[in-house]
């Protein structure tokens, strides 16, 4: 059974820096791109960014280009979000996802919280 | 970027509805056209990827169809659990988009 486990969020206050970490099971985890997806509260699912499964090429959305590193260590099955000079509207839920065929996020972690607040 | 718009924002039925949501794309995605669920509190549940493939566990009630920039999800028979959100999302280029979500209530 597949399973992601996310960490690491909390309450940060603007211009701050934080670290999402993510467990994954169940599947061969140097095998499989992986990504970040964010939700603010009462919104939609915006994609953050992913990586290649030997974490040769990454992509980002242009809101967070230049201030998030997503990163992987394939040797603790781990996928790592770092974010700094982060924003009011970087709050969200943060869910980490396996990447499959076509590139869709077929499975999804329970997400971890992130707030940014002054 | 691509853009994608989904309609409608919200849709209100009874069970043993049908229901149909659609999305367009502001180009041609061939076909990486995906659908998710999403309950209030839980994590967005693959429904349907690539237009038409039913994920593990989608009932057959769900189906996809479409081409090019114009597809659309139909609910057969709509029951209790499926009043959820639902959003397409398109994986033809970076960045992943989504649609901006369909809420069904009853």
């Known amino acids: 059974e597949v399973q992601l486990v996310e960490s690491g969020g909390g309450l940060v206050q603007t211009g701050g820096s934080l670290r999402l970490s993510c467990v994954a099971s169940?599947?061969?985890?140097?095998?499989?791109?992986m990504s970040w997806v964010r939700q603010a509260p009462g919104k939609g699912l915006e994609w953050v960014a992913n990586i290649k499964e030997d974490g040769s090429e990454e992509y980002y959305v242009d809101s967070v280009e230049g201030r998030f590193t997503i990163s992987r260590d394939n040797a603790k099955n781990s996928l790592y979000l770092r974010m700094n000079s982060l924003r009011a509207e970087d709050t969200a839920m943060y869910y980490c996802?396996?990447?499959?065929?076509?590139?869709?996020?077929?499975?999804w972690g329970q997400g971890t919280l992130v707030t940014v607040s002054s | 970027d691509i853009q994608i718009t989904q309609s409608p924002s919200s849709l209100t039925a009874s069970v043993g509805d049908r229901v149909t949501i659609t999305c367009r794309a502001s180009q041609s995605i061939s076909n990486y056209l995906h659908w998710f669920q999403q309950k209030p509190g839980k994590a967005p549940k693959l429904l349907i990827y690539?237009?038409?493939n039913l994920s593990r566990g989608t009932p057959s009630r769900f189906s996809g169809t479409g081409s090019g920039a114009d597809f659309t999800l139909t609910i057969r028979t709509l029951q209790p659990e499926d009043f959820a959100t639902y959003y397409c999302q398109q994986t033809y280029t970076t960045p992943r988009t989504f649609g901006q979500g369909t809420k069904l209530e009853i």
């Open positions: 169940g599947f061969t985890f140097s095998s499989e791109w």
């Open positions: 690539a237009v038409s």
């Open positions: 996802a396996k990447d499959g065929a076509f590139g869709v996020q077929n499975y």
